[in-house]
T-cell receptor, first 111, second 116 residues
Framework: QQQVKQSPQSLIVQKGGISIINCAYE??????FPWYQQFPGKGPALLIA?????SEKKEGRFTISFNKSAKQFSLHIMDSQPGDSATYFC??????????FGKGTTLSVSS | GAVVSQHPSWVICKSGTSVKIECRSL??????MFWYRQFPKQSLMLMAT?????????EQGVEKDKFLINHASLTLSTLTVTSAHPEDSSFYIC????????????FGDGTRLSIL
């Protein structure tokens, strides 16, 4: 049973556009929702994370929107750049447990 | 801060060889470390959770005698793939969590294992 569902699987965005990736979770005990960015041959790097007590968090060009009632959260990348081309993973966990990852979204930003 | 170092980054070896992968937290103490496996163009799949000084907890379907995990100190965990075979070829990634709940997990850069 997949506990974190991520969409879309791949995304092509023009330079300067907005990239949006969505995730849905099932376990209401989850209390931490990070997004990771991974380049080929590298480990995932934490981009931004949110906890369920807030509905939105913004760090630079990256924003997480969180909807607790719908059990959904999304990543928005504003002013997308070619350097943002990577695979993005949403994840979730309960404090002290391993992260459960979505299946990933491959983002390509065309210049 | 919060750097996790994984070594080696790439290893190629013959079938039947045992391979040890090290995961170190360089600037923090990690009470808990996690080992993941990632196949090409797929997500990270949790293999096991290791807590310092105790036996690792393996996920269903992961052979504990095949993938030996040791977490002997607060800064080092090792994964040994015993008698490796071509089907064990994969990208192995560790993550470490600083002590205390609610702390983010930090990932190493992974080890690409290729078994000939």
């Amino acid at each position: 049973q997949q506990q974190v569902k991520q969409s879309p699987q791949s995304l092509i965005v023009q330079k300067g556009g907005i990239s949006i990736i969505n995730c849905a979770y099932e376990n209401t005990a989850f209390d931490y929702f990070p997004w990771y960015q991974q380049f080929p041959g590298k480990g995932p790097a934490l981009l931004i994370a949110i906890r369920p007590d807030v509905s939105e968090k913004k760090e630079g060009r990256f924003t997480i929107s969180f909807n607790k009632s719908a059990k959904q959260f999304s990543l928005h990348i504003m002013d997308s750049q070619p350097g943002d081309s990577a695979t993005y993973f949403c994840a979730a966990n309960q404090a002290g447990t391993a992260l459960i990852f979505g299946k990933g979204t491959t983002l390509s930003v065309s210049s | 801060g919060a750097v996790v170092s994984q070594h080696p980054s790439w290893v190629i070896c013959k079938s039947g060889t045992s391979v040890k992968i090290e995961c170190r937290s360089l600037d923090f103490q990690a009470t808990t470390m996690f080992w993941y496996r990632q196949f090409p163009k797929q997500s990270l799949m949790l293999m096991a959770t290791s807590n310092e000084g105790s036996k690792a907890t393996y996920e269903q379907g992961v052979e504990k005698d095949k993938f030996l995990i040791n977490h002997a100190s607060l800064t080092l965990s090792t994964l040994t793939v015993t008698s490796a075979h071509p089907e064990d070829s994969s990208f192995y990634i560790c993550s470490a969590q600083p002590g205390g709940t609610g702390q983010p997990q930090h990932f190493g850069d992974g080890t690409r294992l290729s078994i000939l």
